[in-house]
């Protein structure tokens, strides 16, 4: 049997710290900037997440981009943005590793090790994320199925790393109005072919910020154990996915209809 497979074992939590546990009765809710672009933008944003009801903060200092000339983040300097970010609001911190040569550099900081969709085939950095201990947090690749999906968490899992969280974040389809169609049942699918916590990235699901919240909320209806979302205080000048991003006012709101939301199926925030 994969160690995967969920056989007759319960969703496992997976804690990493600052109060925030995935998999539990509690919905964990990350959010912040795409990306880390100054020092005065994240500190700012980390803060009205944190007011607005966040667990985790979100934000790349390494990031990935499809065009070479687009932004790629601050790098270390990020991380040190990250870490002080985390120390003026205390929620643990989750960001992008691209490589293992940075590995060390980005775990020293993260409190959750993110791989993205680029990186979910890439197996020699998945098995080295994994040998760090740290928890990790695995994105769907935009053309993954399921099983690929399965398989690369395999590659954590196999090094006794069992700290993992599974993410959706859509998948390339036939449909161009949306970024990505977000594939909601996969959620149901993956709470009952594994024991590992699920959660869904509706901003890059669906590239769209008013598709933003309701996907958000049919996310928790669906079984999801937590939500990624960016969050900007000024989308319109964002140096990476502004079109995806809430304000923090935004967000302040779609943070209220999933409290109500979670609350009637059983969960908290």
């Known amino acids: 049997m994969m160690k995967f497979e969920k056989g007759d074992a319960e969703t496992q939590t ?19 900037p795409c990306t880390v672009e100054d020092r005065a933008q994240t500190l700012e944003i980390a803060a009205a997440v944190k007011e607005a009801g966040a667990s985790m903060l979100r934000g790349g200092a390494y990031k990935p981009r499809t065009s070479p000339y687009a932004f790629q983040g601050l790098h270390e300097e990020g ?24 590995l060390a550099k980005v775990a020293a900081v993260a409190d959750m090790l993110q791989i993205g969709s680029r990186n979910m085939h890439n197996s020699v ?19 993954a199925r399921i099983e690929e999906f399965l398989l690369a968490a395999e590659y954590v899992l196999e090094t006794g ?15 161009t109005v949306t970024r990505f169609t977000l594939d909601l049942s996969a959620v149901p699918l993956l709470k009952q072919r594994t024991w590992i916590p699920v959660a869904v990235d509706p901003s890059h699901g669906t590239g769209m910020t ?22 900007h205080c000024c989308p319109d000048k964002a140096l990476c996915d502004g079109d995806q991003s809430e ?13 109500t939301l ?5 969960r908290t925030l």
Request: hydrophobic letters at 50%.
């Open 125 to 143: 950095l998945l098995q080295a994320a994994g040998r760090t201990g740290k928890p990790v947090f695995l994105k769907r690749g935009m053309s």
């Open 210 to 231: 008013s598709l933003v919240p309701p996907m958000a909320c049919a996310a928790v209806a669906c079984g999801a154990d937590a939500v990624m979302v960016e969050v």
């Open 79 to 102: 991380l040190d943005i990250l870490a002080e970010a985390r120390a003026n609001t205390g929620l643990p911190v989750v960001t992008e590793v691209l490589e293992s040569a940075d």
């Open 161 to 175: 790393n069992e700290r993992i969280v599974l993410c959706e974040r859509g998948i390339r389809t036939f449909e």
């Open 14 to 32: 997976v804690d990493v710290g600052g109060g925030c546990v995935f998999g539990g009765p509690r919905l964990v809710i990350i959010a912040g």
């Open 247 to 259: 304000t923090p006012e935004l967000f302040y709101r779609m943070v209220k209809e999933l409290r």
């Open 262 to 266: 979670a609350s009637a199926i059983g």
